[in-house]
Nanobody
Framework: EVQLQASGGGLVQAGGSLRLSCAAS????????IGWFRQAPGKEREGVSC????????HYADSVKGRFTISRDNAKNTVYLQMYSLKPEDTAVYYC????????????????WGQGTLVTVSS
């Protein structure tokens, strides 16, 4: 069974940092690209960042470039999203997802989803 579990969310003040983790199991993790997505109340799910199966290729939404860093540890079947300089507009439920193939920012391209983790940034 494919499982993706996001964790590491919480309440943080603007300017603070958090590191999200996405633990995966039930599939050949190192063959899959992983994406981080977020959904704020009343808004559509949007791509935040994604990473190729080797980790060589990464993409970021313009809104997080220079503040967020995605990485993966294939030995641990885990992808991380390090978030710095958090802003209130980063408040959302963050999800990780997996797809076989290229790392893409479109959530419709992803096959497997886990439960999200809530990030709340206070002003």
């Amino acid at each position: 069974e494919v499982q993706l579990q996001a964790s590491g969310g919480g309440l943080v003040q603007a300017g603070g940092s958090l590191r999200l983790s996405c633990a995966a199991s039930g599939f050949a993790f190192d063959d899959y690209a992983i994406g981080w997505f977020r959904q704020a109340p009343g808004k559509e799910r949007e791509g935040v960042s994604c990473i190729s199966h080797t980790g060589d290729t990464t993409h970021y939404a313009d809104s997080v470039k220079g503040r967020f860093t995605i990485s993966r540890d294939n030995a641990k079947n885990t992808v991380y999203l390090q978030m710095y300089s958090l802003k209130p507009e980063d408040t959302a439920v963050y999800y990780c997802s997996a797809r076989w193939g290229l790392a893409l920012m479109d959530p419709e391209s992803y096959d497997h989803w886990g439960q999200g983790t809530l990030v709340t940034v206070s002003s």
